[in-house]
Structure formats: C-alpha cells, structure tokens
C-alpha cells in the first residue's frame, strides 16, 4: 500500500474526468442502488473487447432478476487508473479485477472475504483464488492464452505451412524470407509491433513475459525482488525480428496503434500478429474461418522449443468491494454465480466472449485458439506460465515500453542498454517501492 497511498490523492485529483474516454470504454453514469432493497451491482469492466458481451449480459440478468447491473468498461491500459478514480467515489464498483499477485497489494484491504461464498465454492481448484491467510481476496474468471496468431492462407502463399515453424530459427528465416520477397508477395510477415499505449502491452508485459518466465525456470522460482535479464539477448533477437519484417518502419511504432495491428492482420498485409485467444471474436467478425487460422508459440531461442506451448494463464482476478452496502455486496455475489452457472451466463462467456472459465459448470468455449492450447497441452507442449502478474508495478513497465520504442527508432547497443536498464535497474527498484 505505501506507493499507493503516496498517489492516490494526488490521482483522485486528477482523474476525476477519467473513465472510459475512448471508443473502446463504456461510460455509464447510474450506479445508484435498486430502490426494492435487492440491491445493485456497478462492474468496472477490464477488457474492451468484451464489452458489448457484458452489456448484453448485464441487460439479461436485469430482465430475468429485476436487479441493476451497471458494466463500466475501462480504455485500454487506464484501468488501475480509472479504478483509483471510480473507487474513491460514492457510489464505487462492487466487483473489479486485479491482475494477480501484485495487482493485489493496493486493494487487499478494500476486498471482501469471498472464502465460503457460493462463487467461490464453484472454483475447479483453489489454484485460482489470490489468498491472504485464510482470507480469498480475489478467484480467477478466465484462463486465456497468446502467442503468434498465424494466416495459414498467407503462409502458404510464401511457400511455408504452419508445421514448419518449430523454433526461433524456423521462425527468423520464413520472416526474413517474406521480408525479402514482401514486393512480389504483397504482404509482410508481421504486423505493426505498436507502442501507443492501446498496444505497448503485448511486448513490454506480454512478450516481456518470455525472457521472465525462462529465468525463472531456470533458477527454480515463481518470483524474485531482482530480476537477472538472463534472457534479455533473446528478448532483444524477437523484437528485432518483429520490428524489422513489419508493415511499418520502425521509427513510427510510437503511434501504431492496437487497431492499427488489428487491421492490417484482418485486411491481409502480414502473416503474424503477436496477441491471444481474446482476439478470436474480432478475427471471425471480421471475415476469417477457423480455417485461415492458427496460434503458434512465441518462441525466443531458449529452452526446449520443440516441446514449448503457448503462454496459458491469466491476469483477470474478481474482487468484491468490501466497503460496499451490504445489499449491493449480497447482489454483486449473486451475479457473479449466475454468470459463471447459469446456462446463460455460461453460454455468454464461452461463445460471446470466448473465455474458458475456472468454473465447474463451464460450457465448453468454440474459440479455435483455446482449442489449439488444449491440444498443445494433450501433445506433451508444455504451456509457459503468466509470469508477467510479478512484475514488480505498471510504472517497471512503463519504462521497458519507453525503452523499447527509443530502440525501435534507432537500434543501437547503447538504445537495448537502456532497455535492459529499465528491466533490471527498474525491477528493483519499483520493487523495493512497492514492498
């Protein structure tokens, strides 16, 4: 808590206009309690994408129930930020999310024991609760995964087929082969690595994943107050690789955004495009089949690549507000059960979103790429862990982003310095703060 308190009043300030102030945020303004005494839920919603679904939802439970349910979507990379500003406000959410045991620190105090709740005894396993001694502050609502979405139909017009990509090397030289025939094919090999901040996340927290999660397998631990950057040359050697066979020159990646990537994967200019099973939805909508696609691991060059998977875990940890009335904590309660066994709330959540959900009374999600996962699991593919919900705060990430866009405009030694500057020297230090 100490670097939260530090800020929070000054950001309470600042961010009183800050909500969802974009076109991927919700705003909604009444969050006021049902007046028949059932009390009412205000859910401060994470993931863009999966706002219309929630809204839908919400709107479904209302009807069947009579009870409000308010869904406030954050813009992407504003959510800590927004949720500051929401909580320190009157009518506050009753259900928000964390990212994992880091996420958790700052709002530990605030959450309700879920131990003993209905909700929580749906869990599969325990494995998905963030404790606190006895206490359940957080459970997990979805387990996704990411790595290299693939167009199979671009792929095969190059010459190569999924099966031919088995490791960094196999990788680096069908990418650097497209880049060189890019003018005869019509297409690059990846997509534009943005790093505005609706896109920095997929490689300063998701592809900086890899190079944590190997140092941590060799070392033998699942955290550390000081990260080595054991693998920091394998970190550099895929983001050259994605920068330089790209759509965009390099020196432009600051303002490339989410959508930018998004697009120019759905209209056909790139082979690959780093992101995960949450981009599904978007990809069929937009015209694709499960047969143009595929999801393929991120592979660096380090471990045994034959047999890695993909990156499976999760960073999306419900919390109830514990400072909430009653009525409105005994509401939120009684929705989050419904969403996760009812056969609607069910139904939502695996096809409309296309989450699978850690929940006994599941439904089986029709996402292509989370069937991909579970037969890379079932093949012997070891999945590589979330490791990224260690990172010691938003700010260390902050300032790998920063160095990874300074580096992408001039790639030199003393640019990558600066990221492996900001990814040790920063480590400790944001921990050393937060701790």
Same mark, same amino acid.
């Given at each position: 808590?100490?670097?939260?308190?530090?800020i929070?009043?000054?950001l309470?300030?600042?961010?009183g206009?800050v909500?969802?102030?974009?076109?991927?945020?919700?705003t =909604?303004?009444?969050?006021?309690?049902? @007046?028949?005494?059932a009390?009412?839920?205000?859910?401060?919603?994470?993931?863009?994408?999966?706002?219309?679904?929630w809204?839908?939802l919400a709107?479904?439970? @209302?009807?069947e129930?009579?009870?409000?349910?308010t869904?406030?979507?954050?813009?992407?990379? &504003?959510?800590?930020?927004?949720?500051?500003?929401?909580?320190?406000?009157?009518?506050?959410?009753?259900?928000?999310?964390?990212?994992?045991?880091?996420?958790?620190?700052n709002?530990k105090?605030?959450c309700?024991?879920?131990?003993?709740?209905?909700?929580?005894?749906?869990l599969?396993?325990?494995?998905f *609760?963030?404790?606190d001694g006895?206490k359940?502050?957080a459970?997990a609502?979805?387990?996704?995964?990411?790595?290299?979405?693939?167009?199979? +139909?671009?792929l095969?017009k190059?010459?190569?087929?999924v099966?031919?990509?088995?490791?960094?090397?196999?990788?680096?030289?069908?990418?650097?082969?497209?880049t060189?025939?890019?003018?005869?094919?019509?297409?690059a090999?990846?997509?534009?690595?943005?790093?505005d901040?609706?896109?920095?996340?997929?490689?300063?927290t998701?592809?900086?994943?890899?190079?944590?999660?190997?140092?941590?397998?060799?070392?033998?631990?699942?955290?550390?107050?000081?990260?080595?950057?054991?693998?920091?040359?394998?970190y550099?050697?895929?983001?050259?690789l994605?920068?330089?066979n790209?759509?965009?020159?390099?020196?432009?990646? =600051? =303002?490339?955004t989410?959508?930018?990537?998004?697009?120019e994967?759905? *209209?056909?200019?790139a082979?690959?495009f780093?992101?995960?099973?949450?981009?599904?939805?978007?990809?069929?909508?937009g015209?694709? +089949?499960?047969?143009?696609?595929?999801?393929?691991?991120?592979?660096?060059?380090?471990g045994?690549?034959?047999?890695?998977?993909?990156?499976?875990? +999760?960073?999306?940890?419900?919390?109830?507000?514990?400072?909430?009335?009653?009525?409105?904590?005994?509401? @939120?309660l009684?929705?989050?059960?419904?969403?996760?066994?009812?056969?609607?709330?069910?139904?939502?959540? *695996? &096809?409309?979103?296309g989450?699978?959900?850690?929940?006994?009374?599941?439904?089986?999600?029709?996402?292509?790429?989370?069937?991909?996962?579970? =037969?890379? @699991?079932?093949s012997g593919?070891?999945?590589v862990k979330?490791?990224?919900?260690?990172?010691p705060?938003?700010?260390?990430?902050n300032?790998?982003?920063?160095?990874?866009?300074?580096?992408a405009?001039?790639?030199?030694?003393?640019?990558?310095?600066?990221?492996?500057?900001?990814?040790?020297?920063?480590?400790k230090?944001?921990?050393?703060l937060?701790?």
């Open positions: 808590m100490k670097k939260f308190l530090s929070f009043m000054a309470t300030l600042i961010l206009l909500a969802c102030g974009n076109s991927s945020a919700t =909604s303004a009444d969050t006021t309690t049902s @007046t028949d005494g009390g009412s839920v205000y859910y401060l919603n994470f993931k863009p994408e999966a706002d219309s679904a809204q839908k709107s479904d439970y @209302t009807a129930t009579g009870v409000k349910v869904v406030v979507t954050a813009a992407s990379g &504003n959510y800590e930020t927004t949720l500051m500003s929401e909580m320190s406000k009157s009518s506050a959410p009753t259900l928000f999310q964390v990212n994992g045991p880091v996420g958790i620190a709002w105090d605030v309700y024991d879920l131990k003993g709740t209905d909700v929580y005894k749906e599969t396993s325990d494995s *609760a963030l404790l006895n359940v502050n459970i609502y979805v387990i996704e995964s990411y790595g290299i979405i693939v167009n199979k +139909t671009l095969a190059a010459g190569y087929q099966t031919d990509i088995k490791s960094f090397e196999d990788l680096k030289r069908i990418a650097e082969d497209i060189a025939r890019k003018s005869e094919l019509g297409f090999a990846f997509t534009s690595a943005g790093l901040g609706s896109s920095d996340w997929r490689f300063k998701h592809l900086a994943n890899l190079p944590i999660y190997f140092e941590y397998e060799t070392d033998g631990i699942e955290q550390t107050p000081a990260i080595k950057g054991t693998y920091l040359d394998n550099r050697n895929i983001w050259n994605y920068i330089n790209s759509t965009a020159d390099p020196k432009l990646l =600051s =303002s490339k989410g959508d930018d990537s998004r697009n994967f759905l *209209a056909g200019e082979v690959f780093q992101n995960g099973s949450w981009e599904y939805n978007n990809l069929i909508n015209g694709y +089949t499960d047969d143009d696609l595929a999801m393929i691991p991120i592979y660096i060059g380090v045994n690549e034959a047999n890695q998977g993909l990156c499976t875990g +999760t960073e999306n940890f419900w919390c109830v507000n514990g400072n909430a009335k009653q009525e409105d904590i005994d509401a @939120t009684k929705f989050m059960l419904w969403c996760v066994t009812s056969e609607k709330g069910t139904t939502a959540m *695996a &096809n409309d979103m989450f699978v959900i850690p929940f006994k009374k599941a439904a089986s999600s029709p996402n292509l790429f989370v069937k991909q996962d579970t =037969s890379y @699991t079932a593919k070891k999945p979330w490791c990224f919900t260690t990172m705060s938003e700010e260390w990430k300032g790998v982003g920063q160095g990874l866009t300074a580096y405009a001039d790639q030199n030694d003393e640019n990558w310095q600066k990221v492996v500057s900001a990814f040790v020297d920063g480590w230090t944001e921990y050393d937060t701790h």
